[in-house]
Every structure is written in C-alpha cells, then in structure tokens.
C-alpha cells in the first residue's frame, strides 16, 4: 500500500460517501461519531495519530513555511485536513477521488462555530453532542450527496 | 465658514429628540453574549428551575426598558387598556423591534379563559442552542418569557408566563411557544370594561 501525502495543496476528488468527520483540538480531541464507518475508540486513534503526524510534517518538509497537511492519498481512501485560524483540524476520509471534500470541511468548520461554539451547554474539548449540529451537519451531507451523486 | 452643519446644536442634551438608534446588531454577538448568560448562571444555581427563573428575571429587566421605549417611539405615548391591544402589542411591535419579525401565532388558550399563546417556530435566543437530554424540558426562551413579563407587568397586566418546547410534525426541531396567563384582576377589569 503506497501513501502520498500533499502538503499545502488543495486537490479535490469527487464522490461523498460514509465519511467520518471527527473535529479535534490542539491539545484535547472531540469526536462527532461516525456514520458507520468507524467506531469512537478507531476514531479517537486515528485523530491522536493524525495530530501527531500533522506536528510532525510541519518539521519535515524540505521547504520553509508548510503549516499543514492538507490531504493524504492512500490507495483506497483519501483523507482530506483543514485547519483553522486556531489550530482546530477536521479531517475527512473519504472514499478515492471524492470531489469538494475541501468545501465540505469549510461548511462543517461554519456550522462547528454555529451550532458547537455558541451552544452554553457545551465544555470546550468535549465530544460534541449537540442535536443542532448533528441536524445541520446531516442535512449537508445528504445535500452535497444529491448534488453530486444525483441520489 | 468652511463645513457648517445642518445639524442643529442644542443647548440642552435632554431637548435632543429620541435617536432611532442602530436597527441592527450582530447575531453572532447576540449569541454569544447570551451563551455567556445561560453559562455564568449556571454555575450560580442548584437546580434547572432556578436557573430557568434567573434567565426570565434577567429578561424581565429588558421587557420593562423595552416598554417606555417602544411606548415612546413607536406609539406615540398612549398606552395599551385593552388585553387584545396588549396582546397584539407584543405580538408584532415587540417582536419585531427585538428580532426583527412578528412572532409566529398568536393563539387563545382553549382549556382556560386567561390563556394565551405565542408561538415561534424558530425563537432566535434558541437557534443556536441544544438542550442536553438530562436538563429535561428546560428552554432558554425563559429569557424572552421574561421579556414579556416584563412588558406586560409595565403596562399594567400582570401575568405568569412561561415558555415551553412543542413538538410539531414535518420539522426536526421543536416549535417554542410562550404561554401566558393573566392574573385574575386582569380578566375582571376586561370584563368590566366590555
């Protein structure tokens, strides 16, 4: 299995399928929950390992000025990263060459400050149990499936 | 003179005519100002009532502000002696200076002579929160219960009102609506005045 990772590069792939969106801290980590896909405790590891690698690439490149990952192709899924002005990341993993994944993660980051950020019920760096926010973040997922899949 | 004004300069601050004031603020700020409210209350109470009763005394404050200002402005000085006047008032004028629309419905209680109802499918202090499960049927539209409490106190209606989440079908979200009820002394001087 071959794994290329981009750095600061945005690719877009298409096809939206069961994707796991799981929103992390710099130094805490807050699941979403899967679709199906991924169970809490797989989830949790794959954002403490993602988190380190994301540290890790910053040291790593060969030229100045990389800030993150932005995506990683492995062969049969890709995962696609996006970090906010604060250092929050989400990432999605998605199926081979799913498109719009990178505007996906931008309208999951607005409905995260939305619907996470101004709810008082919410501890920051909790797993995020919000029903609003499930509501939203469903509805986009089916909105950009049928956008893009016609199904 | 270079760059006379037309403003008018007066003499006195209080002879200068009521501003009409910024029409607008910023949803988010309102949001999470509010947030910061529900919170620091929060961790001053014991239990969901008294923090329901903190929220809807906070916004009792603002109803009774927001009376003399709307009384001023937007009516003229003359005041409400009717309960539908009242009731209408706060349906629309009050609505729509606070969250720029008329509320939903305004509905009379079909169990009780003095119940009323306003309802809102989507209150704005509620757009942004979700209720955890173990707080029960606690609603922070407390605070715009407690708002109108406040204007109806002022205008001499005095009533318990309270806010309450209604299921409704064909909708994920769960309607909100503002029951109110009218102390007995309200319902005798309607009567008495025909």
């Not at chain 2, 004031?21 to 949803?27: C, D, R």
């Amino acid at each position: 299995m071959s794994i290329r990772a981009y750095m600061r590069k945005p690719l877009y792939d298409s096809r939206d399928e069961n994707s796991i969106i799981t929103v992390m801290a710099r130094k805490g980590m807050l699941d979403y929950g899967s679709k199906g896909c991924m169970d809490t405790n797989d989830s949790l590891r794959v954002a403490s390992l993602w988190h380190s690698m994301h540290a890790i690439s910053q040291q790593l490149s060969p030229t100045t000025g990389c800030s993150e990952i932005e995506l990683l192709e492995a062969n049969t899924f890709d995962l696609h990263c996006f970090q906010s002005l604060t250092g929050t990341k989400f990432f999605v993993v998605c199926k081979l060459g799913t498109r719009h994944m990178e505007a996906l993660l931008k309208v999951v980051y607005k409905l995260y400050i939305d619907y996470v950020l101004k709810n008082p019920f919410y501890e920051m760096k909790m797993p995020i149990r919000c029903e609003v926010f499930d509501i939203n973040l469903t509805q986009t997922v089916q909105k950009d499936r049928v956008a893009l899949l016609g199904r | 003179m270079i760059g006379v004004g037309k403003i008018k300069q007066y003499s006195n601050i209080l002879e200068k005519p009521l501003s009409k004031g910024k029409q607008e603020v910023s949803l988010s700020a309102f949001a999470f100002l509010f947030s910061e409210l529900v919170q620091y209350n929060q961790t001053r109470v014991d239990n969901i009532a008294e923090l329901e009763r903190r929220l809807e005394d906070a916004g009792y404050a603002v109803g009774a502000r927001v009376l003399e200002l709307l009384c001023h402005r937007d009516k003229g000085n003359r005041r409400e002696t009717r309960l539908l006047g009242i009731l209408s008032f706060v349906h629309s004028t009050v609505w729509k200076v606070l969250f720029g629309k008329v509320a939903d419905s305004l509905e009379k209680g079909t169990e009780h002579e003095d119940e009323y109802m306003i309802s809102e499918k989507d209150l704005l202090v509620n757009k942004y929160i979700s209720i955890p499960k173990d707080m029960g049927t606690f609603n922070c539209g407390a605070f715009v219960a407690g708002i109108v409490r406040g204007v109806l106190d002022g205008a001499g209606f005095p009533a318990v009102v309270t806010a309450h989440f209604v299921p409704m079908e064909g909708l994920q979200r769960l309607r909100t609506t503002i029951l109110i009820k009218f102390a007995e002394e309200v319902l005798q001087r309607e009567a008495r005045l025909g």
